[in-house]
């Protein structure tokens, strides 16, 4: 018997090494990142925006901080493409990478050297049970709150910020979408008033 596995479903178990292919602009290793985030599982508490959802954080790779999944933009990828592989391998989820957060400029912790950090929302759809840096990392599903108090880099929580702000504009666009349909009314076809 053969058993047919589709290419979208297998992951590779090692994570890409190594500085040959990295982009660097100006001096400057640069790094994608993404806020693994999704809706809460469970009864809804609050109508908070940040109560409906939470984001993983991993373990820093020595196990001495939390953060979110990031690593190197390499030549052969865009930015999205790096986003997604670097969650991949460091905190085991795959999903829909939306829309740049921004650009951040920093400094290594461990390098004397200046990266410039680009982060993206990823919505995820899929977790795996198994994923390249599992046996290097921890992850955690936490409120944005919490998250945003544990995790380790200034730039990554004024990232986790935007987010919040995009999640509570589209919250707000969604339910103004409710309260101003267009009213059916009998009477002219170019009209979406009722005049009463």
Not at 25 to 51: A, H, M, N, T, W
Not at 100 to 115: A, E, I, N, R, V
Request: charged share 30%; net charge positive.
């Amino acid at each position: 018997m053969v058993a047919l596995v589709s290419q979208e479903n297998v992951v590779t178990l090692v994570s890409r090494t190594g500085r040959e292919l990295q982009r660097y602009k100006k001096g400057r290793r640069q790094v994608v990142g993404c806020i693994p985030y999704r809706f809460k599982i469970g009864e809804k508490k609050s109508l908070d925006v940040l109560d409906e959802y939470e984001v993983l954080v991993i373990s820093s790779q020595n196990g001495k901080g939390m953060l979110f999944p990031k690593g190197g933009w390499e030549l052969d990828e865009s930015q999205k493409e790096a986003a997604l592989r670097e969650t991949m391998e460091e905190a085991g989820v795959k999903g829909i990478v939306e829309g740049k957060l921004g650009k951040w400029s920093f400094k290594s912790k461990t390098y004397d050297t200046l990266y410039d950090g680009y982060m993206f929302p990823l919505l995820v759809e899929e977790q795996m049970e198994f994923w390249p840096e599992q046996n290097l990392r921890q992850r955690t599903w936490m409120s944005i709150s919490e998250a945003r108090d544990i995790c380790q880099h200034w730039w990554m929580k004024e990232a986790l910020d935007r987010l919040v702000n995009r999640l509570l504009g589209q919250k707000l666009v969604r339910e103004n979408q409710v309260l101003l349909r267009p009213l059916n009314c009998i009477g002219d076809a170019k009209s979406d008033l009722l005049i009463v």
